[in-house]
């Protein structure tokens, strides 16, 4: 079992740069995809970006390609979302997701951290 906590969310002016952290605990970490995630209000959530348990592949929402990245440390337990030339429209609960790599939907989930750009 996993549990996921979000840091470093808050209000930024667009083009600024943010960037989200998310603490694991458990010994598996490098066991699970991490993914991170984010719901706008009013609406669906929707996927921003995910990386493999190693750390070699990753994926990332067409709106996003380009201007974030996602990281992961295993030995800190810890998967990063570093955000820049942030827009209004990114404005959203931003979640941390795992995933065991033997399944294919997330199981675990965090409590979510807002970010808020300002235009």
């Known amino acids: 079992q996993v549990q996921l906590m979000e840091y470093g969310g808050g209000l930024v002016q667009a083009g600024g740069s943010l960037r989200l952290s998310c603490a694991a605990s458990?010994?598996?970490?490098?066991?699970?995809?991490m993914g991170w995630f984010r719901q706008a209000p009013g609406k669906e959530r929707e996927f921003v970006a995910a990386i493999r348990s190693s750390g070699g592949n990753t994926d990332y929402a067409d709106s996003v390609k380009g201007r974030f990245t996602i990281s992961r440390d295993n030995a800190k337990l810890t998967v990063y979302l570093q955000m820049n030339s942030l827009k209004p429209e990114d404005t959203a609960v931003y979640y941390c997701?795992?995933?065991?790599?033997?399944?294919?939907?997330?199981?675990?989930w965090g409590q979510g951290t807002q970010v808020t750009v300002s235009s």
């Open positions: 458990g010994r598996t970490f490098s066991s699970y995809d």
């Open positions: 997701a795992a995933k065991s790599i033997w399944l294919t939907e997330y199981g675990y």
